[in-house]
């Protein structure tokens, strides 16, 4: 059973509405991977955190510019059936009360629905890329960007109806349209555990802003056979919040905790190394100098349909 989150302080931009009929529209979508250097000597001062690291209720201000885009690209979508959800700061804020300078638009849409939305937007002046046939599209006119998300850059998880399918109604920019549901939230977050971005407060927010009431079967359902990566997101809760350990329910950590018991008591010689799915670059020694797997290879190489354009779709 699913729970709507409790009430929460939200911005002007940004109000949701009481669950409805679902709505079916659909997408577009490009991708791209990025790389990123380490210093070799240490900063001479610590940095001030950026603004969008920063956790607080307040609303953002969204630039005008800003929000005239987010408004047109989510009204394309909307008129042309394009079925989605938005995720990112709009969803947290929807599920946490947490309120977040952000600069770009995240939209969840099956791969399938990608070549629609880019073409759709493409005709009304935006400028579309494929930046990872894997996972991610992107289309921007000046400097706002909308972020086209099909998946996991690792390609363990991946979006399909049923993320949709469950989405919230709710008002963003002005415009009706949905984000999606805390368990979808949350598992979108499970894989973002770089040394740039680690996405592990965002979860214990999501379960502290929902008091736990989530679907937890269906969140076991999103991350399978991944489970431990849900074991050690719930660890870091429990170390955040001791007092809350209720949120987690019983049967939960019985079931985690048991399945880790039993592979310490019986481990496997022929386990594979999965570092790559967390991080290919922190673990890049381990593929590169000491020969172990580099199963992120495999994940992204079996990961079908991938994102095509619009014009590779019509022909």
């Known amino acids: 059973m699913r729970v709507q989150s409790s009430p929460v302080a939200l911005s002007p931009l940004f109000v949701p509405r009481a669950p409805k009929g679902r709505f079916q529209p659909r ?24 603004s ?34 938005v995720a990112g700061a709009f969803a947290l804020q929807q599920h946490t009360g947490i309120c977040r300078d952000t600069k770009d638009l995240d939209v969840f ?18 400028e579309c890329e494929i930046r990872d046939p894997v996972w991610l599209a992107k289309a921007h006119r000046g400097d706002f960007f909308v972020d086209l998300i099909t998946g996991m850059s690792n390609a363990v998880i991946t979006v399909d109806a049923s993320w949709i399918e469950r989405a919230y109604p709710a008002t963003i920019v002005g415009v009706q349209t949905r984000v999606l549901a805390p368990e979808e939230l949350l598992a979108s977050k499970l894989f973002v555990t770089r040394r740039e971005r680690f996405d592990g407060a965002d979860i214990a927010h999501i379960i502290y802003g929902t008091q736990g009431k989530l679907d937890w079967n269906r969140v076991l359902e999103l991350v399978g056979e991944h489970w ?34 039993n592979q310490l ?14 991080d290919e670059n922190m673990f890049s020694i381990d593929l590169n100098e000491w020969g172990l797997d580099n199963i992120l290879e495999e994940y992204r190489a079996l990961r079908q349909p991938k994102i095509v354009s619009p014009e590779t779709r019509c022909g």
């Open 228 to 261: 431990e990566i849900l074991l050690w997101a719930l660890v870091l809760f429990r170390y955040v919040y001791p007092a809350h350990t209720d949120y987690v329910p019983r049967f939960l950590w019985h079931d985690l905790l048991s399945r880790f018991k």
């Open 52 to 85: 969008s690291t920063l956790t607080s209720s307040i609303p953002a201000r969204i630039p005008e510019e800003q929000r005239t885009l987010y408004r047109e690209v989510l009204q394309v979508l909307e008129e042309n059936h394009v079925p989605y959800a």
């Open 109 to 126: 849409l099956t791969s399938e629905h990608v070549p629609a939305a880019l073409a759709r937007l493409q005709e009304h002046g935006f």
């Open 265 to 278: 008591a019986h481990p496997d010689p022929r386990a594979r190394f999965r570092g790559s799915l967390i």
């Open 27 to 50: 997408m577009t979508a490009t991708a791209s991977q990025k790389s990123t250097s380490k210093r070799l000597v240490p900063e001479p001062q610590a940095k001030a955190p950026e």
